[in-house]
């Protein structure tokens, strides 16, 4: 059973351009998380979704930032007009609906570059 | 807020045994007890979860605290594989939702 699957890796992206970042979800997991790490800095929850459905967004920037999760396909986040202090990695996670205790499988991450 | 506290950094030699501890002194009763831990350069790993008794698995053990006020994560043989941030992390039992993070206990391993 293949993992929590983020793409790509690393990203470097100029001043001003766009990035999206992918994750798929283990297989027979419906939720997915958006979590980012700025260096030397704590992991920060941004959002929370399911198939189709924004269900918390408290954690996101109001403004360049949005993720969709399409009932077909990766979750995307994406960023629009990236700046240098949107240069972290952004963890992806997800979980299996039902389950009491709610585990959470991380994926490895994408690094953003922002020059 | 992520509502424990850990101390910022321990370390430990390989082989030897690990005793990472948390404090949740405003745990209420239906908070689960979970522990990830971050290798350098990956993403969060779970580690172990458990409410009130002591929970094994092959990672790791969870011992709770009868009062639930403080928890120890022990790792029975450190390896260097084991040097990472730790994470202790109160969860509402049957919740779903975000995880918060604290600072961690960064755990370094000696040979």
């Known amino acids: 059973n293949a993992g929590v699957m983020q793409n790509p890796r690393h990203l470097v992206r100029r001043r001003g351009q766009e990035a999206r970042l992918r994750c798929s979800p283990m297989k027979g997991h419906s939720h997915v998380y958006w979590y980012r790490q700025l260096p030397e800095e704590g992991l920060k929850f941004m959002v929370y979704l399911q198939k189709e459905n924004i269900i918390d967004e408290s954690g996101m920037p109001k403004e360049r930032f949005s993720a969709e999760f399409p009932k077909e396909g990766p979750s995307i986040l994406r960023i629009q007009q990236v700046v240098r202090g949107d240069s972290a990695a952004y963890f992806c996670?997800?979980?299996?609906?039902?389950?009491?205790?709610?585990?959470?499988?991380f994926g490895p991450g994408t690094r953003l570059l922002v020059l | 807020d992520a509502k424990t506290t850990q101390p910022n950094s321990m370390e430990s030699n390989e082989e030897e045994p690990v005793h990472l501890p948390c404090n949740h002194s405003?745990?209420?009763?239906?908070?689960?007890i979970h522990w990830y831990r971050q290798l350098p350069s990956q993403g969060p790993e779970y580690v172990i979860h458990g409410l009130t008794s002591n929970v094994n698995n092959r990672m790791a053990s969870l011992a709770i605290a009868e009062d639930r006020k403080s928890s120890t994560l022990i790792l029975h043989r450190a390896t260097l594989r084991d040097a990472a941030v730790y994470y202790c992390?109160?969860?509402?039992?049957?919740?779903?939702?975000?995880?918060?993070f604290g600072k961690g206990t960064k755990l370094s391993v000696k040979p």
């Open positions: 992390i109160r969860r509402y039992g049957g919740s779903q939702g975000n995880l918060i």
């Open positions: 405003t745990i209420s009763g239906t908070d689960y």
């Open positions: 996670a997800s979980s299996r609906p039902g389950t009491r205790e709610e585990t959470q499988y």
